[in-house]
T-cell receptor
Framework: GQNIDQPTEMTATEGAIVQINCTYQTSGFNGLFWYQQHAGEAPTFLSYNVLDGLEEKGRFSSFLSRSKGYSYLLLKELQMKDSASYLCAAALRGYQKVTFGTGTKLQVIP | DTEVTQTPKHLVMGMTNKKSLKCEQHMGHRAMYWYKQKAKKPPELMFVYSYEKLSINESVPSRFSPECPNSSLLNLHLHALQPEDSALYLC?????????????????FGSGTQLSVL
């Protein structure tokens, strides 16, 4: 089976940095995705990690530790428009199967 | 064209109705997916088509019937649904490119069909 956990909700201040954690237990793990989903909209791709380490892309960075079954998404210089749900998702080796974590609703406040 | 197009955007149906959801992509992607998303929950995988063949069915009730007429189109036929089936139905596609870094499962989502079953 698979288990992918995230904190349910987080609140952070505009201009600050926030880290959203994701822990997973899956068999046949191939890589870890992060998606952003605004209310009433479809998820959009943010990042992908297959190797251990940090991937940086503008204000967003994502980290993966395969040995620990752990990832995080780091958002810098928070903006009000970053208020959204953030979903981590695990891809399984050999399958076209992407399973989503529980999701974290981030609220950015002034 | 980097879009996945879903129709209709909203659908209201009775429990005895038959309806279909449609999804289309022209990115040359070889995998297409149906996800179901309830409010405040993450998307749940329903079906995966890979190279136009059904590769994954996540034990979905038979009142949901997927169809992949060709590599660009994906349908979801609905019949005798229950009120608890009301949800956002998301279609997605992925390239399935085989690279050392993987990532061929990167999903491109349509905007979804908001389904209400009365």
């Amino acid at each position: 089976g698979q288990n992918i956990d995230q904190p349910t909700e987080m609140t952070a201040t505009e201009g600050a940095i926030v880290q959203i954690n994701c822990t997973y237990q899956t068999s046949g793990f191939n890589g870890l995705f992060w998606y952003q989903q605004h209310a009433g909209e479809a998820p959009t791709f943010l990042s992908y990690n297959v190797l251990d380490g940090l991937e940086e892309k503008g204000r967003f960075s994502s980290f993966l530790s395969r040995s620990k079954g752990y990832s995080y998404l780091l958002l810098k210089e928070l903006q009000m428009k970053d208020s959204a749900s953030y979903l981590c998702a695990a891809a399984l080796r050999g399958y076209q199967k992407v399973t989503f974590g529980t999701g974290t609703k981030l609220q950015v406040i002034p | 064209d980097t879009e996945v197009t879903q129709t209709p955007k909203h659908l209201v149906m009775g429990m005895t109705n038959k309806k279909s959801l449609k999804c289309e992509q022209h990115m040359g992607h070889r995998a297409m997916y149906w996800y179901k998303q309830k409010a405040k929950k993450p998307p749940e995988l329903m079906f995966v088509y890979s190279y136009e063949k059904l590769s994954i069915n996540e034990s979905v009730p038979s009142r949901f019937s997927p169809e992949c007429p060709n590599s660009s189109l994906l349908n979801l036929h609905l019949h005798a649904l229950q009120p608890e089936d009301s949800a956002l139905y998301l279609c997605a596609s992925s390239p399935l490119e085989l690279t050392e870094r993987g990532g061929g499962e990167k999903l491109f989502f349509g905007s979804g069909t908001q389904l209400s079953v009365l």
